[in-house]
């Protein structure tokens, strides 16, 4: 159990288009999901949390209308690297929380989306 | 092998040897904490985790031991396979200041290799 997928895994985009990269859990509901960005041999770093329904909380630094964060259901979570430039290359990872037993805060891992900007 | 993670980001140990990752964090409040590893190309994958009332746990293979005194965390892989080969971070997690709930703070990670 407890299963996040990530769709695509890979894109590779024109400078200045959107990319929209999804995050769904496959068999339970997430109260809440996390992105995170992560550049080559370095750490993962928190974008934003999103809780379903309500507008997504942005990290420090984190430019919210650059990265669009959708929340609309239980299962999905989306994130638009909106005009993306090739300062926006990355490993993008989103994660979710069940938030229902201990330890509430247990996250779990997509596998990941590779965006390379051209 | 023993690594001390911040300042050394690669380890290297023979199969078979038993291995020793270190980390150091920065919250004292933190109350929970989780070892990661990640495959190149894929997403962090659970190892074990540990509260802040505990100081050790065991799991198949790994152990977690934890130093609030100090603020140290480290995993400990026994006979060590090639398929441990990874980077290895651990993870802290934090109350936000903002906008409620809680957050993980990855450590800067330790690449294991281990050596045939």
């Known amino acids: 159990g407890a299963v996040v997928s990530q769709h695509p895994s890979r894109v590779i985009c024109k400078s200045g288009t959107s990319v929209k990269i999804e995050c769904r859990s496959l068999d339970f509901q997430a109260t809440t999901m996390f992105w995170y960005r992560q550049f080559p041999k370095k750490s993962l770093m928190l974008m934003a949390t999103s809780n379903e329904g309500s507008k997504a909380t942005y990290e420090q630094g984190v430019e919210k209308d650059k990265f669009l964060i959708n929340h609309a259901s239980l299962t999905l979570s989306t994130l638009t690297v909106t005009s993306a430039h090739p300062e926006d290359s990355s490993f993008y990872i989103c994660?979710?929380?069940?938030?229902?037993?201990?330890?509430?805060?247990?996250?779990?891992f997509g596998p990941g989306t590779r965006l390379t900007v051209l | 092998g023993e690594s001390v993670g911040l300042h050394l980001p690669t380890l290297s140990v023979q199969e078979g040897d038993n291995s020793i990752i270190n980390c150091a964090y920065s919250?004292?409040?933190?109350?929970?904490f989780i070892w990661y590893k990640q495959e190149s190309g894929k997403g962090p994958q659970f190892i074990i985790d540990i509260r802040s009332n505990m100081d050790k746990r065991q799991g198949q293979r790994v152990t977690v031991l934890l130093n609030k005194t100090v603020k140290h965390l480290s995993l400990q892989i026994a006979a060590t396979q090639p398929g441990d080969s990874a980077v290895y971070f651990c993870a802290e997690n934090i109350k936000k200041l903002t906008g409620g709930g809680n957050k993980l703070t990855f450590g800067t990670g330790t690449q294991l290799k281990v050596e045939l």
């Open positions: 994660s979710a929380s069940r938030g229902t037993r201990p330890p509430y805060n247990e996250q779990f």
């Open positions: 919250n004292s409040a933190s109350d929970y």
